[in-house]
T-cell receptor
Framework: GQSLEQPSEVTAVEGAIVQINCTYQTSGFYGLSWYQQHDGGAPTFLSYNALDGLEETGRFSSFLSRSDSYGYLLLQELQMKDSASYFCAVMFSGGYNKLIFGAGTRLAVHP | NAGVTQTPKFQVLKTGQSMTLQCAQDMNHNSMYWYRQDPGMGLRLIYY???????DKGEVPNGYNVSRLNKREFSLRLESAAPSQTSVYFC????????????FGPGTRLTVT
């Protein structure tokens, strides 16, 4: 089967840096992606990693280590609008895009 | 370009009633998905359709049926609603390749009493 683990809650202050970790156990692993969801809203795509290493997209970066079955999302220069839930999701090989999501990490950014 | 649309936005059912949740996308995507989201449990895949004419079970298919009506539309049916199906339901679509991002609709908030 598949399982993902990520912290349930993280708290940080504006302007700080926060890292949200994700560990996974799965077969047929293709890559790891991250989604953001504000309260009452729909999930929106942030990034993905299919290869080991760091991918940077503006203030957000995502990292993957396939050998450690581990990844993280790094948020820099935190803003109040970054308060949201963040989900890691495992992508599977097999010719189609099927995702299994973690339970999510709720990030609270304080002034 | 509306992206992914879902109807209805809210619904209250009594136990045993049936209903169909509608989803449509205008991005010419091959793959479509239905998820449910319960508090503290993230998104769980109910059914998906890798391409028009095909559907497959996800993690939690029991109590649901789906129809991929055409490339644009993918509906989810609850034949006999149960309180355990109270949840927020999201439809999503993607190009279908492993690295394609999924685009989500605004969700349907369903309560079964």
């Amino acid at each position: 089967g598949q399982s993902l683990e990520q912290p349930s809650e993280v708290t940080a202050v504006e302007g700080a840096i926060v890292q949200i970790n994700c560990t996974y156990q799965t077969s047929g692993f293709y890559g790891l992606s991250w989604y953001q969801q504000h309260d009452g809203g729909a999930p929106t795509f942030l990034s993905y990693n299919a290869l080991d290493g760091l991918e940077e997209t503006g203030r957000f970066s995502s990292f993957l280590s396939r050998s450690d079955s581990y990844g993280y999302l790094l948020l820099q220069e935190l803003q109040m609008k970054d308060s949201a839930s963040y989900f890691c999701a495992v992508m599977f090989s097999g010719g189609y895009n099927k995702l299994i999501f973690g339970a999510g990490t709720r990030l609270a950014v304080h002034p | 370009n509306a992206g992914v649309t879902q109807t209805p936005k809210f619904q209250v059912l009594k136990t045993g009633q049936s209903m169909t949740l509608q989803c449509a996308q205008d991005m010419n995507h091959n793959s479509m998905y239905w998820y449910r989201q319960d508090p503290g449990m993230g998104l769980r895949l109910i059914y998906y359709s890798a391409s028009e004419g095909t559907t497959d079970k996800g993690e939690v298919p029991n109590g649901y049926n789906v129809s991929r009506l055409n490339k644009r539309e993918f509906s989810l049916r609850l034949e006999s609603a149960a309180p355990s199906q109270t949840s927020v339901y999201f439809c999503a679509s993607s190009g279908g390749q492993p690295l394609d991002e999924q685009y989500f609709g605004p969700g349907t908030r369903l309560t079964v009493t």
